[in-house]
Nanobody
Framework: QLQASGGGLVQAGGSLRLSCAAS????????LGWFRQAPGKEREFVAA???????TYADSVKGRFTLSRDNAKNTVYLQMNSLKPEDTAVYYC?????????????????WGQGTLVTVSS
């Protein structure tokens, strides 16, 4: 089970840190990802981190967002800086087996409930 938190309202240029806490003893064996869905749009990939800590980011967030994981706390974090109005969306964390690591949402088996990020201009 995944529980996302940390969303909220922020002005453009501001920062937020999203957290995703997972239950279960095998957290460290999973690859983890963040996706987002803006109103009226398809869900899109944001960032992913492999079991070994390799990270990949969508071009739209590269250089602004940083993904990290703390296996001791069963938690993955998405630090979001220099936020833009176009980052407004519901953000979802997801987990997959190691071979599913990447940007395809179809590869992810477990999903959190989503947390809303609103960036005002």
């Amino acid at each position: 089970q995944l529980q996302a938190s940390g969303g909220g309202l922020v002005q453009a240029g501001g920062s937020l840190r999203l957290s995703c806490a997972a239950s279960g003893r095998t957290f460290s064996s999973y690859a983890l990802g963040w996706f987002r869905q803006a109103p009226g749009k398809e869900r899109e990939f944001v960032a992913a981190i492999s079991r070994s800590g390799i990270r990949t980011y969508a071009d739209s967030v590269k250089g602004r967002f940083t993904l990290s994981r703390d296996n001791a706390k069963n938690t993955v974090y998405l630090q979001m800086n220099s936020l833009k109005p176009e980052d407004t969306a519901v953000y979802y964390c997801a987990a997959t087996r190691p071979e599913g690591y990447g940007s395809s949402s179809r590869a992810y088996d477990y999903w959190g409930q989503g947390t809303l990020v609103t960036v005002s201009s």
